[in-house]
């Protein structure tokens, strides 16, 4: 069973930065692929960023790139999400998921960590 516990949400200012944890159970992590979404209310959840079974490989949204780094720990079978000079626009619900398969497609996902930027 994979459970996704998203953690470091808040309320930030703009320019600031801050960064999102999402711990993740189960023996499945250090081999899969890891990804970042967001999503406001009333909107479709966005892609923002993903990272390979290793880490070697990343990849970006063009809205984050430069600003927001992804990383992991699989010893702590942890993801990160480093946000910086955030702007009112990435004010959004941030949910952590795993790709198994690395094919693109997400079989389970957290219940997400609301991030807001204030100006």
């Known amino acids: 069973q994979v459970q996704l516990v998203e953690s470091g949400g808040g309320l930030v200012q703009a320019g600031g930065s801050r960064r999102l944890s999402c711990a993740a159970s189960g023996r499945t992590f250090s081999s899969s692929r890891m990804g970042w979404f967001r999503q406001a209310p009333g909107k479709e959840r966005s892609f923002v960023a993903a990272i390979s079974w290793a880490g070697r490989n990343t990849y970006y949204a063009d809205f984050v790139k430069g600003r927001f780094t992804i990383y992991r720990d699989n010893d702590k079978n942890t993801l990160y999400l480093q946000m910086k000079s955030l702007k009112r626009e990435d004010t959004d619900v941030y949910y952590c998921?795993?790709?198994?398969?690395?094919?693109?497609?997400?079989?389970?996902w957290g219940q997400g960590t609301q991030v807001t930027v204030s100006s």
């Open positions: 998921a795993e790709d198994q398969r690395g094919r693109g497609t997400y079989d389970y």
